[in-house]
């Protein structure tokens, strides 16, 4: 717990480290509460930075044993412990030997940062900042070593002992009490890059041979008994590693990857350098106990997590500023390889709702910054959407403009000239300037500007002159920091859709600037004149949704019913149904008007796309559901009512089921999956149109739909059909709902990773007694405040994915969640603000909500021992 004002880091402050470590050699030897560290570093001065008279070293919450400088111990005089590590004054000119011998405790640390223990197995997290809680360090990512290490410890206590690199020895000692294990990792490297697991785990093993003919071994750790579910994962990775080769030409380059999963795990899983260590969440997987989009999750985080072999490790961030070099390109590479996995247009709206859903309220509200900031208090709190997800439309709108092909030799470029660099944004960028000869000093705005840019669309068609005029205007609403912004280069895909559905070519007048099918919007306002049209065209703008921004356009219910059926752009089909879907809901709950033509036009449109099978089945699920609650307070922005927006949504929800009852239960049936259970894209979408269909038709009242969801429940065969029908009962009132969540409870008591989904179901029904309910399962034994999934299943879940419980009315859903931050931010900071994070969209809430939650803000703010996490999140969003 750090308890003095924390200080801001600013970008514009970088220097060089004026220290540089050559080499790491370190001696971990293995003990609950203390475990010793011997580190030997080979230092040198850094010519290219400002020289200095100290050496100061990261530490945090190391007990420091010895230290010496060439063989010699320092004397008093000679260094001095500041609250963040240690200094030391005047060390010798040349290069030398620094030995610190060091001990921390493991089993006490349940920040889960550093060297902790995760159920009895020792491991590490070390990004951003955990490697300062191993060993003394200069902890930043543009320090790049080679690490040698050297774990020790009693065989009963850790059977199993892995490091980064390749194993060079190991063997045993004490009589055979105890054994060790040396593992050298050839590839310099920042030391966030660190791990090391010790424990009782079990390998699954498997190889794959590289391009160029190299075999590398494969092998997947997972606690004892649990092997038979690490199947799926392994054969994720084949594929990625294949696809890197194919698609960008990477392979792996060492003789071995190894992946550990551990049940506590602050985030979802970390890249280090041949030992990714997994959260066994996005591992472990079976029919029975993982669904289709806890496969598709898996199979895109091993990807994921693979793919920063090159894009994160071989080249790293100078910076912590420059995270999205990393995370922002690495999404953009997994979605690419989920695309070419699965089905591109199904990846596509998937990963622009996740988008709209996350990034676009950050963008929107308090916690807004950059894709690259230029300051931060706590780098931790900068794992953000805008960092991950909006850095990955930054990537992807490169593609768009430079095309394939100039994307992959603007890569190509990228490791040729930073390979074994710690590199920034710029470097990035020059690298596609120079293959692609662009001009791209426009589009860093993309890295320096917060906010999602409205793009506002009015067209004129001009039948005498046969042309079409789009007038395009841009805005940003100021943020944090930011109150003018500059117009944007905001790539605009288009299509003009004729009257059969086909695409008309495309004849631009003079002076409009397109390349392709691609608009260059560069000006705040700018007009694009097509010509040879003399019938009205149907405009389909932003085909697959080319920049990150909001659109407003003119577009009539007519035309948008129109494109759903017609648009050769998918994406834009999926797209034109949840605009409609959402004038409709928007003006059933602001008052400002049923539209007199009512659903009739959306269910016409919808019905007939779930219907057709000439689509395949995952696309057409995804029409089966109105925007989220959430989706619609982010679009109304002002003066929620969350329990409004449930009504009605719930209402034009049965009205959407009422009006295609029998085609809803035609689908059910001809989509059911018979055989055994196939994780595959095509069964999963098969599944997903099933459920859908089901989803809706338990919209419809009473006994009939709550047999429905039983039936579904008894007869599931799989763990995806059982969710869907548990997804179902846990909103009705129904006897069969008890039964069900009992019969779950006893199928999935003695698995600590099902049980999740047990008190997930929970925390998510509307019924009114559930935060009643939420606060019993805190107290439940399987329930622990310690584990990060639990808090996720049973906090996150109630306070993310549960608006109607959350936001009631009386403030007890915020009162809830605001001491369940304090207590979390006493032990694990990173959890305590991501919780927190929950409460950022406070001010778009009706007057009394908003009163309501700011009290419990305030009360978080005027707690006396914050984190520096909590502190600047709570100060953000109050501001
Ligand atoms: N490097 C991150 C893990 C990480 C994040 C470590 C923050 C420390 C602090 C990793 O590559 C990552 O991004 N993991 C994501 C999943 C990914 C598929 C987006 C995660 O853990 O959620
Ligand atoms: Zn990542």
Known sequence: MKTNTPRTIRLKDYAPSPFLIETVDLEIDLHPTETRVRSRLKVKRNRKAEPAEWLHLDGE?????????????????????????????????????????????????????????????????????????ITYFIDRPDVLSVYTTRISADIELAPVLLGNGNLVESGKSDGGRRHYAVWHDPHPKPSYLFAMVGGD????????????????ELRIYVEPGKEDRCAWAMDSLKRSMAWDERRFGREYDLDIFMIVAVSDFNMGAMENKGLNIFNDQLILASPDTATDINYERIES?????????????RITCRDWFQLCLKEGLTVYRDQEFSADERSRTVQRVADVKHLRAHQFPEDAGPLAHPVRPSKYIEINNFYTATVYDKGAEVCRMLETMVGREGFRKAMDLYFQRHDGEAATVEQFIACFESACEVDLGQFMLWYEQAGTPQLIVKTRHDAAKATLTLDLEQAIAPTPGQARKKPMHIPVRLGLVGTDGADLALKPAAGTVIAGDVLEFTQRRQSFTFEGLELRPTVSILRGFSAPVNVTHDASDDDLAFLIGHDQDLFNRWQSMQTLAMRLLTGLITGSGARPAGIAPLSAAVRKTLMDENLEPAYRAMFA??????????????????????????????ALARSMESDLAKLMKRH?????????????????????????????????????????????????????????????RTPARKEALEDAYKRWKDDHLTIDKWFALQAASNLPGTLAQVEKLLRHPLFSIEAPNKVRALIGTFAMGNPVNFHRPDGKGYAFLADQVLRLDSFNPQMASRMLGTFRSWRTLEENRANLAQRELERIRAHDKLSSDVFEIVGKILD
């Not at 498997?206 to 590398?216: C, K």
């Not at 985080?301 to 490790?313: D, L, P, S």
């Open 61 to 133: 919450e190391l007990a420091l044993e010895a230290i010496s400088i060439n063989g010699r111990p320092l004397g008093e005089g000679g260094w001095r412990s500041t609250p963040e590590g240690l200094s030391i004054k005047c060390p010798p000119k040349g290069s030398f030997e620094l030995a610190i011998t060091s001990t921390c405790s493991p089993e006490t640390n349940k920040a889960l940062s550093g060297l902790y223990r995760s159920r009895g197995i020792f491991c590490t997290q070390c990004e951003a900042e955990g490697f300062r809680r």
């Open 201 to 216: 785990l079990r390998p699954t093993t498997s190889t794959f041979t590289t391009a160029s003919g190299r075999e590398v």
């Open 301 to 313: 985080v091993i990807a994921h997590e693979y793919f920063h072999n090159w894009t994160g490790n």
């Open 625 to 654: 559901g109105l925007p989220s609650e959430e989706d619609i307070a982010n679009h109304i922005a002002r003066n929620v009512d969350p329990g409004v927006i449930h009504d009605v949504r719930s209402k034009m929800s049965k």
């Open 672 to 732: 059911a999956v018979k055989g055994p259970y196939s994780p595959d894209a095509e069964s999963a979408g098969r599944r997903a149109l099933a459920n859908g269909a089901f989803g809706l038709l338990t919209r419809l009242d009473g006994a009939a739909a709550s047999e429905l969801a039983a039936g579904h429940y008894a007869k599931a065969r799989n763990m995806t059909d059982r969710m869907a029908a548990l997804a179902a009962l846990t909103h009705m």
